[in-house]
Structures are given as structure tokens and as C-alpha cells.
């Protein structure tokens, strides 16, 4: 098994591992951020550039180091390779240009959009960005479309990760997947529009990294920071019916996903379970949901109430950070 070192912690991995997910084995600082990559999908990667590290040493055998920053979610780990992400301090100046070009084009409308408090390109400017801009040109701009009755895409906002596309094309049945054009005139829209009477079609929300595809049904509803998850599942014929729904006190928001701690969908769910299933009783509720993620949306982190006290959505109830009468 290759043996690699990143930022100074070694790990043997399986062959053909990615330093990004020799990386996550690892967990912590060691991380490199990801915007496109998404282990659920296949040939996912290699679009955004976030994900970059330095190699300083290629392998055991040939131990120059890589010329250029890689893109660790395409790279495939060498026995004795030696890699930096946060230690290199010239390598996360080359990061904080890729997120300076992410933002060229990105409107900066984060008081109004939905994916607010969960959008990871927020985090990364947040950690990696510029205080202002230096762009001086017009901001590209499309008009919102609805992709359905049930999916809102601000074309405005994409970051043509591909995601999206790789959903439509590997989730749902049909084949429509492809970005139209190339550069700053490149935009998703009409292939994903052809996947809208999928079942799964939903999952495009999911996926984004950024509030250009949002959930119509929960659009300007609530803020997320606002709403509290809670773990449910239901039998259901076409998913795994293993969810989480946002909630206020008992008023079903919105459902998605359940996602793992890259913030990355765990089991597909389908349409029926995110956008028709809005009433308490439509579900068995697990428990409070843990929200990984670093964001505002993992602060004050509820916790199980005291089973004296009268039982609110199954026994579970939501309170603040601390147990009730601590
Ligand atoms: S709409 Fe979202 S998921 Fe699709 S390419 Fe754009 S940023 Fe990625
Ligand atoms: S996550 Fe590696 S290039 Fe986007």
C-alpha cells in the first residue's frame, strides 16, 4: 500500500487513492476544500481548482517535487509522496486566487439568497477570500428560470462545478447531462430542464455547493440558521427514505438529504420524500441531526431533552447548546 505524507501526517492508502481522500482518511486541517469533487459521483473533480496542493516530493522512486500545484482530488497518491495544504504558505495564496476567481463572476448577495449559512463557496471566501474586489468588469448575469414547480436555478450564481449534471446524468434515468459553452458565456440550464419529471431530479439541490439550484417549495421561507434539523425516515418504495427535515417547532420546512460531514449527500432521496412529505406524521423521527459542517448552520447544537419532560415530536425536542436544567 502507497505510503503518503500530508502536511506532516503519514498514511498507507489503498492504490490509486487521491490525495484528496488519503486527505479525509486523515480528517482535520488536513483537508483540502472541494467545490466540484463529490465522492458519490462518478468523474466528479477536477473542474475548480480548490482542492489544489503542493507536492513536494513525487515518490519514493522519483522524489522531485511537482512543478505546479495539483488538483488533489485528480492526483493520485505515489508510495512516499509528500504533500503540503495548509503548511505551504504560497500554496494557500494560490488558493485564495482561485476563490478570487470563483468570486469574479458570483454576485455577492448572501442577505438574500437561500443558501446562506450552507453554501460552501460562502466558508471558502470566508476563510480564503479578499475583504474587496478587484474585478472591474460587468458581473455576467442571466435571468432566474424554473426548472419545474419545484427547482428555482440562478444561473447568476453557478459556478459550473458539474455537479448538477452529473446528477441528472447518473441519478435519474435520463441522459441529459453537458455544459453549454465554454468560459464566461458557459451555463448549465436547458440539459438539467430535461430532467425535471425525474424521480430524483431533486438532488441537483443537494449537490450544488453554492444557492444556484434552491428548493422552490422552501424558497424565502426561513432563513436555514433558523430552522432546526431533525433526522426521520419513512418506508418508502423509491429511496431509502432516510431524510432530514428542517423544522420549526412542529411545521415541516423543508426536507433533504441526509450529508456526511464534506457535506455531502449520504443516501439519494427521492422526489416524493423532499417535496410531498411536509406533515409530522408522514415520519419516524430519528433524532436531532448533527450538522458537521462548519458553519453557522453547526452552532448551537440541540440535544435530547430530558425524557421527564412532555415529549415534543416523538420525545425528542429541540433546545439550545446546552441540556435543559444544566
Ligand atoms: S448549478 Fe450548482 S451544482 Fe450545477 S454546475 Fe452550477 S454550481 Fe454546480
Ligand atoms: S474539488 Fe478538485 S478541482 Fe474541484
Not at 31 to 37: G, I, L, N, T
Not at 109 to 115: G, K, L, S, T
Not at 296 to 319: D, E, F, G, R
Request: glycine share 6%; aromatic share 6%; charged share 25%.
Amino acid at each position: 500500500m502507497p505510503k503518503v505524507t500530508i502536511d506532516g501526517h503519514t498514511i498507507e492508502v489503498p492504490e490509486g487513492t487521491t490525495i484528496l481522500n488519503a486527505a479525509r482518511m486523515i480528517g482535520g486541517d488536513v483537508v483540502p476544500p472541494a467545490m466540484c469533487y463529490y465522492s458519490k459521483l462518478k468523474t466528479s473533480g477536477g473542474y475548480c481548482r480548490t482542492c489544489l496542493v503542493k507536492v513536494t516530493k513525487g515518490s519514493e522512486k522519483d522524489p522531485r517535487p511537482m512543478p505546479k500545484p495539483v488538483a488533489s482530488c485528480r492526483t493520485t497518491v505515489m508510495d512516499g509522496m509528500e504533500v503540503q495544504n495548509k503548511t505551504a504558505p504560497d500554496l494557500v495564496e494560490a488558493r485564495r486566487g482561485v476563490v478570487e476567481f470563483l468570486l469574479c463572476n458570483h454576485p455577492l448577495d448572501c442577505p438574500i439568497c437561500d443558501q446562506a449559512g450552507e453554501c460552501s463557496l460562502q466558508d471558502l471566501a470566508y476563510e480564503h477570500g479578499l475583504a474587496k474586489t478587484r474585478y472591474e468588469f460587468s458581473r455576467r448575469t442571466f435571468e432566474q428560470i424554473d426548472i419545474g414547480d419545484k427547482i428555482k436555478l440562478h444561473m447568476t450564481r453557478c459556478i459550473l462545478c458539474y455537479r448538477c449534471v452529473k446528477v441528472a446524468d447518473q441519478v435519474t434515468d435520463k441522459r441529459v447531462h453537458g455544459v453549454m459553452n465554454r468560459g464566461d458565456v458557459g451555463e448549465i440550464s436547458t440539459y438539467i430542464q430535461n430532467a425535471i419529471d425525474n424521480d430524483f431530479s431533486g438532488n441537483m439541490i443537494d449537490v450544488c455547493p453554492v444557492g444556484a439550484l434552491t428548493d422552490r417549495t422552501f424558497r424565502f421561507k426561513s432563513r436555514v440558521w433558523y430552522v432546526n434539523p431533525v433526522d426521520a425516515h419513512r418506508d418508502c418504495p423509491k429511496c431509502s427514505g432516510k431524510v432530514t427535515m428542517w423544522m420549526k417547532g412542529n411545521e415541516i420546512y423543508r426536507v433533504t438529504a441526509r450529508k456526511d460531514k464534506y457535506n455531502e449527500v449520504i443516501d439519494w432521496i427521492c422526489n416524493d420524500c423532499r417535496f410531498e412529505k411536509k406533515e409530522v406524521s408522514d415520519w419516524k423521527i430519528d433524532g436531532p441531526a448533527k450538522i458537521d459542517k462548519t458553519s453557522v448552520i453547526s452552532q448551537n447544537h440541540y440535544t435530547v431533552k430530558a425524557p421527564s419532560h412532555k415529549p415534543m415530536l416523538n420525545s425528542v425536542n429541540m433546545v439550545g447548546s446546552k441540556q435543559i436544567g444544566e
